[in-house]
């Protein structure tokens, strides 16, 4: 009986995982104080309010500096209406519309003001791509 329920429980999600967002991506600059990483953000979105786990370095802990958004490199290929009704199911839609309305307005944005002294603006040399920053925590 007890092998029984055990072969037909299914193992239950785990919250905690839901409600967190991980990247898959590797790391293209490490320096004592400062990590570059490009990637995929999955799950939730990521906050740069927040502190990350990074694994295989000497400090695992770390404070985000900077997130910002590059071009997909290998676009899935989708009509206007498919498109339109992945951004409706997704919570993508109000960070894509208001980077797009930071764009067009003649001021450079909100992310600029709030953007912390000494940080500067840092591209792939290989590819052009913008990384994120993160640095150190304290």
Same mark, same amino acid.
């Given at each position: 009986?007890?092998?029984?329920?055990?072969a037909?429980?299914?193992?239950?999600?785990?919250?905690?995982?839901e409600?967190?967002?991980?990247?898959?991506?590797?790391?293209?600059?490490?320096?004592?104080d400062? $990590?570059?990483?490009k990637?995929?953000? %999955?799950?939730? #979105?990521? =906050?740069?309010?927040?502190? !990350?786990h @990074?694994?295989?370095?000497? $400090?695992?802990?770390?404070r985000?500096? %900077?997130?910002? #958004?590059? =071009?997909?490199?290998?676009? !899935?290929? @989708?009509?206007?209406?498919?498109?339109?009704?992945?951004?409706?199911?997704?919570?993508?839609?109000?960070?894509v519309?208001?980077?797009?309305?930071?764009?067009?307005?003649?001021?450079?944005?909100?992310?600029?003001?709030?953007?912390?002294?000494g940080?500067?603006?840092?591209?792939?040399?290989?590819?052009?791509?913008?990384?994120?920053?993160?640095?150190?925590?304290?």
């Amino acid at each position: 009986a007890i092998l029984r329920q055990i072969a037909v429980t299914f193992p239950q999600d785990v919250t905690w995982k839901e409600n967190r967002s991980y990247m898959l991506g590797e790391v293209s600059h490490v320096r004592e104080d400062e $990590v570059h990483i490009k990637g995929y953000i %999955r799950q939730n #979105f990521l =906050s740069a309010k927040r502190l !990350v786990h @990074l694994t295989g370095l000497p $400090v695992l802990s770390w404070r985000i500096k %900077r997130i910002e #958004f590059a =071009s997909d490199p290998c676009p !899935v290929k @989708l009509s206007q209406k498919e498109k339109d009704k992945v951004l409706s199911t997704s919570r993508a839609q109000s960070i894509v519309s208001s980077r797009n309305a930071s764009r067009q307005s003649s001021r450079r944005g909100s992310f600029d003001e709030m953007k912390p002294d000494g940080v500067e603006e840092v591209k792939d040399k290989q590819t052009g791509a913008k990384c994120v920053q993160v640095g150190a925590a304290s």
